[in-house]
């Protein structure tokens, strides 16, 4: 998620604001002495990729495919109860997916964002984290481009704001959209196909969906490349709220291959370093944990197939948040999931990948101290560890191991975490 040490990550906050601040001060030069030429940055910024394209017809097309999403998950269950927070990320409105098309497109930049003939930077196709502003964008930090690479032919866009980066993103935000693009244009290949694929995950993840048989390009920095043709899927998992499609189309497309000899009850472990979103009090929770049947699993020594599988065979996850939950995407039907967060990071990503398992069952439970009226998904305390005691954790998880597929506690049941009210499950759960 970020680049700083560990050590310096209570600073993050601070060189975040940072960042967003010498943004908008080198673009405004940028802009003021910019040619209008390839080598400019851009000179306004389209929200959708529906304007982009309405705004230069003949350059620019966008390809619908399939209907608008208009999902509506049921509250979580966790402790505390009544958090604000649930209730505004219920809701997952998208248009109809889509990709866009660009003759004479441009990539800049290790977010691969894309840029019109008439130096449009599309957001929706280039989108970054912890921005309020188009300006903030740091396709906007730097006063000239390197001279463009021209392909001759037709150029893949598969890069996100966190290409190479972390392994949710690689896998819920690169991997589908090639599916999508496969959905739209069955017959294309691709002269090249910008991806990450460098670091040891996406070197796996590639492989197995085949990407590897094109010419890759990995998104850096010094990325600039002008295609004939430039195609880019959209980014439908930009509020990382899990589209059912993405789901299932991983599940399709990365099976699980062998769950045989695989433990049944997860603790997934973020390790010991400070400043990593550990959870702390471990070595007081395991042995508990190992009694009920749990086994301590650690996601980054792991093999993607072997995370796959891994979680393919499991029937209860327990874990503080992390990337290594992506792999929930891969649980069997009935899955039980316990969340653990710190106060001031609240992420809903995992809670709304378990909402696309069939008769899955969800709990959270959060460190205090917990604004209980905190709505906004803030980019603060990213890396903040996890810090509550072992009999919390192991309360809720029997709380969880009594949960109905509603979320409800079985008859005779108490549930000091919840606010007494009934949530159904929605019925427009599933795939669109």
């Known amino acids: 998620m970020t680049r700083l040490p560990p050590a310096l990550m209570p600073l993050w906050p601070v060189a975040k604001r940072a960042h967003r601040a010498a943004t908008r001060t080198v673009g405004l030069a940028a802009r003021a002495v910019g040619d209008g030429g390839p080598r400019s940055v851009p000179v306004r910024v389209s929200p959708t990729s529906r304007a ?122 690169a991997l589908p959209r090639w599916g999508l693009l496969q959905e739209l244009f069955p017959d294309v290949r691709p002269d090249r196909v910008v991806v990450g694929h460098t670091t040891r995950w996406d070197r796996q993840l590639v492989a197995m969906v085949g990407l590897d048989a094109l010419p890759l390009v990995e998104p850096t920095h010094a990325l600039h490349l002008r295609a004939d043709r430039l195609l880019v899927p959209a980014i439908d998992n930009q509020t990382t709220l899990a589209p059912p499609w993405v789901s299932a189309w991983l599940r399709t497309h990365l099976p699980a291959r062998d769950v045989r000899d695989k433990p049944r009850r997860l603790y997934v472990t973020r390790g010991d370093r400070p400043n990593t979103r550990r959870y702390v009090q471990e070595d007081a929770l395991l042995p508990h944990l190992e009694r009920q049947g749990f086994v301590r699993v650690d996601p980054g020594t792991m093999s993607v197939q072997e995370q796959i599988d891994h979680f393919a065979a499991a029937e209860v996850v327990v874990a503080p948040h992390g990337a290594g939950l992506v792999n929930l995407t891969f649980a069997p039907p009935g899955v039980r999931v316990l969340e653990l967060f710190a106060p001031r990071y609240l992420n809903p990503g ?38 509550l005691p072992a009999d919390v954790v192991l309360e809720e998880l029997e709380h969880l191991l009594a949960q109905d597929a509603d979320g409800q506690e079985a008859p005779g049941r108490t549930d000091a975490g919840q606010d007494g009210t009934e949530h159904p499950r929605s019925p427009e759960r599933g795939t669109p």
């Open 52 to 173: 982009t394209a309405a705004a230069e017809p003949d350059h620019v097309r966008l390809h619908p495919v399939g209907p608008p999403l208009d999902l509506l998950r049921p509250l979580p269950a966790g402790r505390p109860g009544g958090l604000r927070f649930w209730d505004d990320v219920r809701v997952l409105r998208r248009p109809p997916r889509s990709v866009l098309e660009v003759e004479g497109g441009r990539l800049v930049g290790e977010a691969a964002a894309t840029i019109t003939p008439a130096g449009t930077l599309d957001r929706e196709t280039s989108p970054y984290f912890g921005i309020r502003r188009p300006t903030e964008h740091p396709v906007h930090l730097r006063l000239r481009y390197p001279e463009p690479e021209h392909v001759a032919g037709t150029v893949v866009s598969l890069a996100s704001h966190a290409s190479a980066r972390n392994y949710y993103h690689s896998l819920m935000d």
């Open 350 to 387: 995992y809670w709304a990948i378990v909402d696309n398992v069939p008769d899955s069952r969800y709990r959270y439970v959060v460190a205090e101290p917990v604004d209980r009226l905190r709505s906004e998904r803030a980019m603060q305390g990213v890396q903040d560890d996890v810090d």
